[in-house]
């Protein structure tokens, strides 16, 4: 088994674990963008998992991103604004090309509190896909179905199975044709926040632990493969503004075992502008 690796992501997705913060955030929980994805030897994508970058404290009309992705030995800019409506959702992320072009947005439709509808579009402004959310009624996620708008296919579809006593959701992930891709399960602490995450892939190819800050951010993930005994340590450092929201964030990592100097593999600040 080919060990997981780690990628910066620049498409809007989604994030179905709940984060708890005593602060009013200008975001839900179930929504994000530009995540860290954890990839297998085929390039599938078998997590993404990024619980701070679209979240922020206090009345946030938008919060505009420059990501520096240093990974695989090259360098490359990445930028993308998103614009929160003045109940604190996220309603329009737009990503821009290094040279500045603006590329095709992505907006999220609500009803109520409730995001059940994401909406991405084409160059030419027409609609390209559309994601739809079920909800159960004590409100947590059940499922994500995404369909191409020209011919209706399904593109992707991600059922969530949530166990409240043990604090737990598996994510279940489907193909096209139906056939389970890959079996995420993970694990809450008693804030609400990913404590553990198992990716399973017919078998168990991946574990991942996460710890927090005192804001309730992932300071440190250890990322653990199969086929590997040494976890790799990514650490997260931030800067934040006089709102207390974090402007710059810096990526780095390391073998467990290895005493040398930490990689540092992105770099990513926000200028946040408030109502």
């Given amino acids: 088994m080919a060990p997981l690796t780690l990628r910066s992501a620049f498409i809007p997705m989604i994030f179905l674990a709940s984060i708890s913060l005593n602060e009013k955030c200008t975001q839900h929980h179930f929504t994000q963008s530009s995540t860290i994805e954890v990839k297998d030897s085929d390039s599938n994508v078998i997590d993404e998992q990024n619980n701070t970058l679209y979240l922020a404290k206090g009345s946030v009309y938008s919060i505009t991103i420059e990501t520096t992705d240093q990974n695989n030995g090259w360098s490359r800019k990445l930028y993308e604004k998103a614009v929160f409506d003045s109940a604190g959702r996220l309603v329009e992320v737009i990503g821009y090309r290094g040279d500045g072009v603006e590329m095709p947005p992505t907006r999220y439709l609500y009803d109520g509190p409730k995001l059940v509808r994401k909406h991405h579009y084409k160059i030419d402004g027409s609609l390209w896909t559309e994601t739809v959310y079920s909800y159960a009624a004590s409100g947590e996620i059940t499922s994500k179905v995404q ?3 020209a011919d209706g296919s399904l593109l992707s579809k991600k059922v969530n199975i949530t166990a409240p006593q043990s604090r737990t959701v598996q994510v279940l992930e489907y193909n096209p044709a139906g056939d389970l891709r890959t079996d995420v399960l993970y694990s809450k602490d008693s804030n609400g926040r990913i404590s553990e995450m198992d990716v399973k892939k017919g078998q168990l190819i991946g574990k991942r632990l996460f710890k927090y800050n005192g804001k309730g951010e992932v300071y440190q993930i250890s990322v653990l493969s199969s086929d590997s005994d040494t976890p790799l340590i990514i650490n997260y450092r ?25 990689s540092i593999s992105e770099i990513i600040y926000r200028t946040i502008s408030y109502y």
């Fill in 147 to 149: 369909n191409d708008v």
């Fill in 238 to 262: 931030y800067d934040y503004d006089t709102h207390g929201n974090w402007i710059r964030r810096v990526e780095s990592s390391k073998n467990e075992n290895n005493a040398g100097a930490e």
